[in-house]
């Protein structure tokens, strides 16, 4: 199991079309992954869990992942929420 904290860095947060793509990576991985956002934990291949959570721009998030493939997992998508503006 992998636990990273990360600073999203999407601007205007994880909306609609962005928890969309987000899903659907995480749904690419054979992990088991979850956020974490105020103490309350979601599954991230799951839309209605990553759009409750109602993710901002510049908010830290958990990120966990236990599978085969969870660093792959948390490597690709720490990624798609910190290093870039979109």
């Known amino acids: 199991m992998i636990e990273e904290k990360i600073v999203v860095r999407i601007q205007n947060g994880l909306q609609a079309r962005i928890a969309t793509e987000f899903v659907q990576k995480s749904s690419f991985f054979n992990s088991e992954i979850n956020l974490i956002k105020n103490g309350r934990s979601v599954v991230a291949k799951s839309i209605?869990?990553?759009?409750?959570?109602?993710?901002?721009?510049?908010?830290?998030?958990?990120?966990?992942?236990?599978?085969?493939?969870?660093?792959?997992?948390?490597?690709?998508?720490r990624d798609s929420l910190s290093n870039k503006k979109r």
């Open 48 to 77: 209605m869990g990553v759009m409750s959570l109602a993710i901002r721009e510049d908010e830290e998030i958990t990120i966990i992942a236990n599978g085969s493939d969870e660093q792959a997992a948390i490597v690709a998508l």
